[in-house]
Protein backbone atom coordinates (compact mmCIF):
# COMPACT_ATOMS: atom_id res chain seq x y z
CA UNK A 1 0.00 0.00 0.00
CA UNK A 2 1.15 3.25 -0.85
CA UNK A 3 2.49 5.80 2.34
CA UNK A 4 0.62 9.23 2.24
CA UNK A 5 2.41 11.40 3.66
CA UNK A 6 0.30 15.02 4.66
CA UNK A 7 1.89 18.18 4.38
CA UNK A 8 0.71 20.46 7.25
CA UNK A 9 1.57 23.74 5.05
CA UNK A 10 -2.65 24.01 3.74
CA UNK A 11 -3.45 22.88 7.39
CA UNK A 12 -5.43 25.71 9.35
CA UNK A 13 -2.64 27.00 11.97
CA UNK A 14 -4.74 27.87 14.29
CA UNK A 15 -5.64 24.11 15.03
CA UNK A 16 -2.65 22.40 14.02
CA UNK A 17 -3.46 19.65 16.76
CA UNK A 18 -6.59 19.03 15.23
CA UNK A 19 -4.98 18.77 12.19
CA UNK A 20 -3.04 16.28 13.00
CA UNK A 21 -5.48 14.09 14.81
CA UNK A 22 -7.53 13.89 11.70
CA UNK A 23 -4.55 12.62 9.85
CA UNK A 24 -3.64 10.14 12.22
CA UNK A 25 -7.27 8.92 11.98
CA UNK A 26 -7.09 8.84 7.79
CA UNK A 27 -4.47 6.71 8.67
CA UNK A 28 -1.39 8.79 7.91
CA UNK A 29 2.23 7.48 7.44
CA UNK A 30 4.12 10.51 8.47
CA UNK A 31 3.94 14.01 8.57
CA UNK A 32 5.78 16.14 5.76
CA UNK A 33 6.92 19.72 7.15
CA UNK A 34 7.69 22.24 4.64
CA UNK A 35 10.43 25.06 5.77
CA UNK A 36 11.33 27.44 4.20
CA UNK A 37 13.76 30.06 4.47
CA UNK A 38 12.80 33.25 2.03
CA UNK A 39 15.69 32.54 0.18
CA UNK A 40 16.42 28.93 -1.25
CA UNK A 41 12.86 29.34 -2.19
CA UNK A 42 10.43 32.67 -2.20
CA UNK A 43 8.17 32.08 0.94
CA UNK A 44 8.59 31.59 4.09
CA UNK A 45 6.84 29.31 6.67
CA UNK A 46 7.86 27.98 9.96
CA UNK A 47 10.90 26.52 11.95
CA UNK A 48 12.22 24.53 14.80
CA UNK A 49 10.23 26.00 17.50
CA UNK A 50 6.70 24.85 15.94
CA UNK A 51 7.72 21.12 15.17
CA UNK A 52 8.84 21.19 18.75
CA UNK A 53 5.23 22.39 19.87
CA UNK A 54 3.46 19.78 17.45
CA UNK A 55 5.98 17.14 18.78
CA UNK A 56 3.42 16.76 21.55
CA UNK A 57 0.45 16.10 19.44
CA UNK A 58 1.32 13.11 17.60
CA UNK A 59 3.91 9.86 17.83
CA UNK A 60 4.14 9.95 13.66
CA UNK A 61 7.49 10.30 12.34
CA UNK A 62 8.03 13.95 11.03
CA UNK A 63 9.48 14.69 7.82
CA UNK A 64 11.21 18.17 7.74
CA UNK A 65 11.64 18.87 4.38
CA UNK A 66 14.25 21.87 4.36
CA UNK A 67 13.66 24.68 1.65
CA UNK A 68 16.95 26.39 2.88
CA UNK A 69 20.05 27.60 1.64
CA UNK A 70 21.98 26.26 4.58
CA UNK A 71 20.73 23.16 6.42
CA UNK A 72 23.95 22.19 7.90
CA UNK A 73 23.44 25.54 10.80
CA UNK A 74 20.07 23.95 11.31
CA UNK A 75 20.29 20.52 11.70
CA UNK A 76 20.80 20.07 15.03
CA UNK A 77 17.34 22.34 15.55
CA UNK A 78 15.70 20.48 13.39
CA UNK A 79 16.68 16.96 15.03
CA UNK A 80 15.95 18.32 18.48
CA UNK A 81 12.89 19.90 17.92
CA UNK A 82 11.63 16.05 16.93
CA UNK A 83 11.78 15.57 13.64
CA UNK A 84 13.09 11.92 12.45
CA UNK A 85 13.74 12.66 8.68
CA UNK A 86 15.60 15.88 7.17
CA UNK A 87 15.50 16.43 3.54
CA UNK A 88 17.77 18.75 2.32
CA UNK A 89 18.18 19.87 -1.26
CA UNK A 90 20.58 18.73 -4.15
CA UNK A 91 20.63 22.26 -5.22
CA UNK A 92 22.10 23.83 -2.24
CA UNK A 93 25.49 24.80 -2.79
CA UNK A 94 27.26 23.74 0.15
CA UNK A 95 28.51 19.84 0.26
CA UNK A 96 25.94 18.04 0.30
CA UNK A 97 27.77 14.81 1.50
CA UNK A 98 28.49 16.57 4.51
CA UNK A 99 25.20 17.90 5.52
CA UNK A 100 24.11 13.71 4.63
CA UNK A 101 26.60 12.55 7.39
CA UNK A 102 25.86 14.97 9.95
CA UNK A 103 22.02 14.64 9.45
CA UNK A 104 23.19 10.82 10.36
CA UNK A 105 25.23 12.00 13.40
CA UNK A 106 22.59 13.22 15.06
CA UNK A 107 20.56 10.33 14.76
CA UNK A 108 17.63 11.31 12.49
CA UNK A 109 17.40 9.81 9.04
CA UNK A 110 18.40 11.60 5.67
CA UNK A 111 16.56 12.62 2.55
CA UNK A 112 17.75 14.42 -0.63
CA UNK A 113 15.62 16.34 -2.62
CA UNK A 114 15.36 17.51 -6.69
CA UNK A 115 13.83 20.38 -8.02
CA UNK A 116 12.00 19.40 -11.05
CA UNK A 117 14.62 20.96 -13.64
CA UNK A 118 17.34 18.59 -12.08
CA UNK A 119 18.10 16.00 -13.96
CA UNK A 120 17.80 12.69 -11.65
CA UNK A 121 21.66 11.92 -12.94
CA UNK A 122 22.34 13.99 -9.88
CA UNK A 123 21.39 12.68 -7.37
CA UNK A 124 22.59 9.37 -8.08
CA UNK A 125 26.09 9.61 -6.19
CA UNK A 126 24.28 10.57 -2.94
CA UNK A 127 21.57 7.67 -3.13
CA UNK A 128 24.12 5.01 -1.09
CA UNK A 129 23.66 7.82 1.65
CA UNK A 130 20.14 8.47 2.45
CA UNK A 131 16.65 6.59 3.12
CA UNK A 132 14.44 8.50 1.11
CA UNK A 133 14.61 10.23 -2.44
CA UNK A 134 11.94 13.62 -2.79
CA UNK A 135 11.20 13.98 -5.95
CA UNK A 136 9.88 17.91 -6.84
CA UNK A 137 6.67 17.52 -9.34
CA UNK A 138 6.24 21.37 -8.66
CA UNK A 139 8.85 24.65 -8.24
CA UNK A 140 9.00 24.18 -4.09
CA UNK A 141 7.89 27.29 -2.38
CA UNK A 142 4.22 27.06 -2.83
CA UNK A 143 1.05 24.38 -2.30
CA UNK A 144 -1.55 24.34 -4.61
CA UNK A 145 0.46 23.94 -7.66
CA UNK A 146 -0.22 21.72 -10.54
CA UNK A 147 1.54 18.56 -10.74
CA UNK A 148 4.82 19.19 -13.78
CA UNK A 149 3.96 15.73 -15.85
CA UNK A 150 7.77 15.36 -16.76
CA UNK A 151 8.28 14.46 -13.49
CA UNK A 152 6.64 10.73 -14.47
CA UNK A 153 9.78 10.29 -16.51
CA UNK A 154 12.16 10.85 -13.42
CA UNK A 155 10.10 8.85 -11.05
CA UNK A 156 10.30 5.85 -13.84
CA UNK A 157 13.69 6.45 -14.15
CA UNK A 158 14.58 6.87 -10.17
CA UNK A 159 12.59 3.49 -9.24
CA UNK A 160 14.67 1.73 -12.49
CA UNK A 161 17.84 2.52 -10.66
CA UNK A 162 16.95 2.42 -6.98
CA UNK A 163 15.67 -1.27 -7.75
CA UNK A 164 18.66 -3.06 -10.07
CA UNK A 165 21.08 -1.18 -7.51
CA UNK A 166 19.34 -2.61 -4.77
CA UNK A 167 19.06 0.34 -2.96
CA UNK A 168 16.96 0.93 0.28
CA UNK A 169 15.88 4.31 -0.43
CA UNK A 170 12.13 5.59 -0.93
CA UNK A 171 10.82 7.02 -3.43
CA UNK A 172 8.39 10.07 -2.14
CA UNK A 173 7.03 12.48 -4.57
CA UNK A 174 5.87 15.75 -4.01
CA UNK A 175 4.06 18.89 -5.12
CA UNK A 176 0.37 18.28 -7.10
CA UNK A 177 -0.43 15.36 -6.12
CA UNK A 178 -3.91 15.03 -6.30
CA UNK A 179 -6.54 12.05 -5.99
CA UNK A 180 -7.16 12.31 -10.10
CA UNK A 181 -2.88 11.47 -10.38
CA UNK A 182 -2.20 9.53 -7.65
CA UNK A 183 -2.60 6.36 -9.34
CA UNK A 184 0.16 7.34 -12.51
CA UNK A 185 2.54 8.42 -9.58
CA UNK A 186 2.20 5.46 -7.93
CA UNK A 187 2.67 2.95 -11.03
CA UNK A 188 5.38 5.03 -12.12
CA UNK A 189 7.00 3.89 -8.67
CA UNK A 190 6.39 6.35 -5.88
CA UNK A 191 6.23 4.78 -2.58
CA UNK A 192 4.76 7.72 -0.65
CA UNK A 193 2.89 10.37 -1.90
CA UNK A 194 3.35 14.01 -0.12
CA UNK A 195 0.16 16.37 -0.45
CA UNK A 196 -1.12 19.96 0.86
CA UNK A 197 -4.22 21.10 -0.46
CA UNK A 198 -5.12 17.52 -1.65
CA UNK A 199 -5.59 16.71 2.01
CA UNK A 200 -6.42 19.71 4.14
CA UNK A 201 -9.17 20.78 1.92
CA UNK A 202 -12.34 19.33 2.86
CA UNK A 203 -12.48 16.40 4.94
CA UNK A 204 -8.68 15.08 6.32
CA UNK A 205 -9.35 12.05 7.30
CA UNK A 206 -11.37 10.83 4.34
CA UNK A 207 -8.92 12.77 1.70
CA UNK A 208 -6.03 10.13 3.41
CA UNK A 209 -7.65 6.83 3.29
CA UNK A 210 -9.46 7.68 -0.23
CA UNK A 211 -5.42 8.16 -1.03
CA UNK A 212 -4.16 5.36 0.83
CA UNK A 213 -6.72 3.32 -1.17
CA UNK A 214 -5.11 3.78 -4.39
CA UNK A 215 -3.60 0.49 -6.39
C1 LIG B 1 6.17 22.88 -2.07
C2 LIG B 1 6.18 21.96 -0.87
C3 LIG B 1 5.14 20.90 -0.97
C4 LIG B 1 3.73 21.47 -0.94
C5 LIG B 1 2.77 20.52 -1.59
O1 LIG B 1 7.20 23.77 -1.97
O2 LIG B 1 7.43 21.33 -0.74
O3 LIG B 1 5.31 19.94 0.06
O4 LIG B 1 3.31 21.75 0.35
O5 LIG B 1 1.55 21.16 -1.74
P1 LIG B 1 0.42 20.58 -2.74
O6 LIG B 1 0.20 19.16 -2.38
O7 LIG B 1 -0.75 21.45 -2.48
O8 LIG B 1 0.99 20.75 -4.13
ZN1 LIG C 1 7.54 19.61 0.64
Redesign the pocket.
Known amino acids: MVKVSP ?1 I ?2 ADFSRLCDEIKFCEKGGADML ?1 L ?1 I ?1 DGHF ?1 PNITFGPVVIKSIRKCTKLPFDA ?1 L ?1 IERPDKFVKDFVNAGSDIITVHREIKISIKNVLRKIHNYGAEAGIAINPETPFEKVKEHLEDVEYLLI ?1 S ?1 H ?6 SFIEDTLEKIKEARKYIDEEGLEVQIAV ?4 KHHNAKRIVDAGADIL ?5 IFNGNVESNIKKMKAIK
Open positions: SLSHDMVHMMVPGFAGQDGGVVAASA
